[in-house]
């Protein structure tokens, strides 16, 4: 509750603080919702295969506002035709998404029935991510003309970065996971008694997005976005083994995420 409560002022602080600075300017205000599924990039399963980047999968929801610069509440009229006016808007997102994981490859094959291979198989683990931030949205064609017109598409690429709270669990099938895991996990790492954590924590995130936007009605848009959001920790998913010993395992968690959205304007 705790935790709900804080992120929430933050996104309220995100908004406030971001609705003030152009509040003198009249910018008219968009709000959505988002959601779909989301592929989390970890320590589970094996690189570049394709069971790991399908199975290690979610679901991801959200709240978003935008600034809408093209565009004056307060008089219900255009802002002066400048590039930035007309081509960027400010969209601030408050979203949560969670992730089940387990190991896929050959090191978990079901014909091998070695302990390294049974302690693989039966081990598990979950995150759940909140984040809070803000992305630059750049639209290569003019928002007044799509504004203006129903049925049009309006492609997009953002870039931003996110602050984020996760809670990953980390646990085995067989048993106490310390006692059905492998070694690596078991070692030392980056100050930590072992290479895998149940502890929360919070971490810094560059996001960066394609989509576009349809003009359902002269005030909603649907919305289609595929995002790539890369964190600076390698313990977002609860492992992390010791990186100067297990090189496989040196690169720093990230998720795509697909999601679909509806946008109302204010």
């Not at 291979?117 to 991510?129: D, E, Q, Y």
């Not at 390698?234 to 395992?249: A, I, M, Q, S, T």
Request: proline letters at 5%; glycine letters at 8%.
């Amino acid at each position: 509750m705790k935790l709900s409560k804080g992120i929430s002022i933050i996104f309220i602080v995100l908004f406030s603080f971001s609705n003030s600075i152009f509040a003198q300017f009249g910018f008219a205000h968009e709000i959505g919702v988002i959601a779909g599924p989301v592929a989390f990039q970890s320590d589970y399963g094996q690189r570049l295969n394709f069971s790991t980047n399908a199975g290690n999968s979610g679901m991801g929801i959200g709240i978003i506002h935008y600034l809408n610069f093209s565009y004056r509440a307060d008089c219900n009229c255009y802002t002066p035709d400048t590039y930035f006016n007309d081509h960027f808007k400010l969209r601030t997102e408050l979203s949560y998404n969670k992730t089940e994981l387990k190991h896929f490859g050959a090191s978990v094959d079901p014909r091998s029935n070695s302990t390294f291979s049974r302690n693989l198989r039966g081990m598990r683990g979950s995150t759940a991510v909140t984040n809070v931030g803000m992305q630059l949205e750049y639209y290569p064609f003019s928002i007044r003309d799509f504004t203006a017109t129903t049925g049009a598409l309006a492609p997009f690429i953002s870039l931003g970065g996110q602050f984020s709270y996760y809670t990953p669990r980390a646990y085995s099938l067989l048993g106490k996971l310390e006692d059905f895991t492998i070694p690596k996990y078991l070692a030392p790492s980056e100050g930590r008694p072992h290479g895998y954590t149940n502890e929360s924590g919070t971490v810094l995130s560059i996001v960066s997005s394609v989509g576009t936007r349809y003009k359902l009605a002269p005030h909603s848009d649907f919305m289609v976005d595929l995002r790539l959001q890369y964190y600076f920790s390698n313990w977002v998913d609860g492992l992390n083994p010791d990186p100067k010993r297990y090189l496989e395992n040196k690169s720093n968690d990230w998720l795509v995420w697909f999601n679909v959205g509806y946008i109302y304007y204010l």
